[in-house]
């Protein structure tokens, strides 16, 4: 790896938190001596807890260091984190029907499509493709919302342990989705369908139909 002389430079970003980045860059060559530019983003640290001048200067170390030998954590993959970290930490705050929802949803499919990614070179390319593709398999709204959603929420996590630099997923929109065929009963039918009904059937059906229950 071909080091330079540089100081990075540092940002302001806000979040729950507000925090410091570092940014710089790494010049790396492969076995055919082509040399290759890498971005480097890293959380320096908390703004409250850290002065401007202070995250230049903790930046300027780790370049001197990142600049001999620049570890890449390859072997922290998504699916990795996900299970390791992710899934033991909030699956615990879940009700049983959520928790149920929530796992097929990673297992089905953020982890069979995204799982071996390591997260240091996850981008918002990957994530917005692989929500594209939810849609273009037919998938309803619910669906491909939810896996946006928990995609961005296991990302969140991975950054707030300051495993990588930002949320890729984190500004993801909705493709557009197939409408939901909705098999409905006329008015008519659903009146004699209840006329049909001993008084306490009746009274089931009625609160299922028009009282929005949930599974739950």
Request: hydrophobic content about 40%; overall charge positive.
């Amino acid at each position: 790896m071909r080091t330079r002389h540089q100081n990075g430079w540092v940002e302001e970003r806000r979040g729950r938190t507000r925090r410091w980045y570092g940014h710089y860059f790494i010049y790396e060559s492969d076995e055919t001596g082509k040399e290759t530019r890498k971005h480097v983003v890293l959380v320096l640290g908390e703004k409250t807890k850290l002065r401007k001048w202070e995250a230049e200067e903790k930046l300027r170390k780790i370049i001197a260091t990142a600049t001999k030998t620049q570890p890449r954590p390859n072997h922290l993959s998504l699916e990795w984190f996900t299970r390791e970290k992710f899934l033991p930490m909030r699956s615990a705050q879940w009700a049983p029907s959520t928790r149920e929802t929530n796992l097929y949803m990673v297992d089905t499919h953020i982890l069979p499509a995204l799982g071996a990614q390591a997260l240091c070179d996850l981008d918002k390319f990957q994530c917005q493709i692989f929500v594209n593709t939810l849609a273009q398999k037919g998938f309803s709204f619910t669906v491909v919302d939810h896996a946006r959603t928990m995609l961005k929420a296991i990302l969140e996590e991975a950054l707030d342990a300051e495993l990588i630099g930002k949320n890729p997923a984190r500004k993801l929109v909705n493709p557009e989705t197939k409408e939901p065929v909705k098999h409905v009963l006329i008015k008519s039918d659903a009146r004699r369908l209840l006329e049909a009904l001993p008084f306490r059937d009746q009274l089931i059906a009625m609160i299922a139909a028009f009282c929005a229950m949930r599974p739950g």
